[in-house]
Antibody, heavy 120, light 107 residues
Framework: QVYLEESGGGVVQPGNSLRLSCAAS????????MHWVRQTPGKGLEWVAF????????RYSDAVTGRFTISRDNSKNTMDLQMKSLRADDTGVYYC?????????????WGKGTLVSVSS | DIQMTQSPSTVSASVGDRVTISCRAS??????LAWYQQKPGRAPKLLIF???TLHDGVPSRFSGSGSGTDFTLTISSLQPDDFATYYC?????????FGGGTRVDIK
């Protein structure tokens, strides 16, 4: 049974940093691409970042390029999202999501989400 | 970026009704289109990928069609568990993009 659990959310001031983590189980983590998707009051569902199974290739949305860094540790079945220079419009629920295939780029399993609130 | 536009934004329907939701892409998405269902306070769930392929465990009353720029999600006979918000998502090009959602509520 696929299980994804996010952690690390919280309240942070604008300009500060936060690191989200995703713990995965129930599938061959090292064989699947993984994503971060957020849901914000302003833009609804928004894809944030993607990391290939091999840990080295990554893609980002324009909104977070240069500020967020996605990473994964296939030996620990975990994925992280390092977020820097946070802004008010980064506020929302952040989900980690598993790719349907190695790199199909649709999301077949999602975590429950972790709430990030950027506010002074 | 490929913009995804869903219509209608809300549909009011009764149990047993046939419901159709449209999704239009601003440029060619080929068949790389997924549909998700989301209920309040919950994460989205994958229903359909590659425009018409049902995800494991999804009831056969759900179906998808379309290619290029025009796509449709159909619920053949609406059930009580289907009252939710539905989103389309293209994955032909980065950045991956979602539609704004269609809420299906009780008439």
């Amino acid at each position: 049974q696929v299980y994804l659990e996010e952690s690390g959310g919280g309240v942070v001031q604008p300009g500060n940093s936060l690191r989200l983590s995703c713990a995965a189980s129930g599938f061959a983590f090292e064989k699947y691409g993984m994503h971060w998707v957020r849901q914000t009051p302003g833009k609804g569902l928004e894809w944030v970042a993607f990391i290939f199974p091999d840990e080295h290739k990554k893609r980002y949305s324009d909104a977070v390029t240069g500020r967020f860094t996605i990473s994964r540790d296939n030996s620990k079945n975990t994925m992280d999202l390092q977020m820097k220079s946070l802004r008010a419009d980064d506020t929302g629920v952040y989900y980690c999501a598993k790719d349907v295939r190695e790199t199909l780029l649709a999301f077949d399993y999602w975590g429950k989400g972790t709430l990030v609130s950027v506010s002074s | 970026d490929i913009q995804m536009t869903q219509s209608p934004s809300t549909v009011s329907a009764s149990v047993g009704d046939r419901v159709t939701i449209s999704c239009r892409a601003s440029q060619d998405a080929d068949s790389w289109l997924a549909w998700y269902q989301q209920k309040p306070g919950r994460a989205p769930k994958l229903l359909i990928f590659r425009s018409s392929t049902l995800h494991d465990g999804v009831p056969s009353r759900f179906s998808g069609s379309g290619s290029g720029t025009d796509f449709t999600l159909t619920i053949s006979s609406l059930q009580p568990d289907d009252f939710a918000t539905y989103y389309c998502q293209q994955y032909n090009l980065f950045p991956l993009t979602f539609g704004g959602g269609t809420r299906v509520d009780i008439k």
